[in-house]
């Protein structure tokens, strides 16, 4: 029975890692997104960042439900 939740255990730490490794990749896009925005139109940036900031807020409220 121990054998079989360390294998589980050490799924999840595999997949998780790959989770990281695609999002570290994904966040760089991210940055390289802001960039250009704010080169080419940066008050016009500045508003969309503050609307995608509010729903990561939702998210996170959201996702803190979850939890409890």
Do not use: G
Request: proline fraction near 1%.
């Amino acid at each position: 029975m121990v054998k079989k939740k360390n294998i589980k255990i050490k799924s999840y730490i595999r997949i998780i890692k790959q989770i990281e490794k695609v999002r570290s990749k994904n966040n760089k896009n991210w940055m390289d997104l802001y960039r250009l925005a704010f080169a080419v139109a940066p008050n016009e940036s500045i508003k969309i960042i503050k609307k995608i900031l509010k729903k990561d807020t939702e998210v996170t409220s959201l996702a803190k439900k979850l939890i409890k």
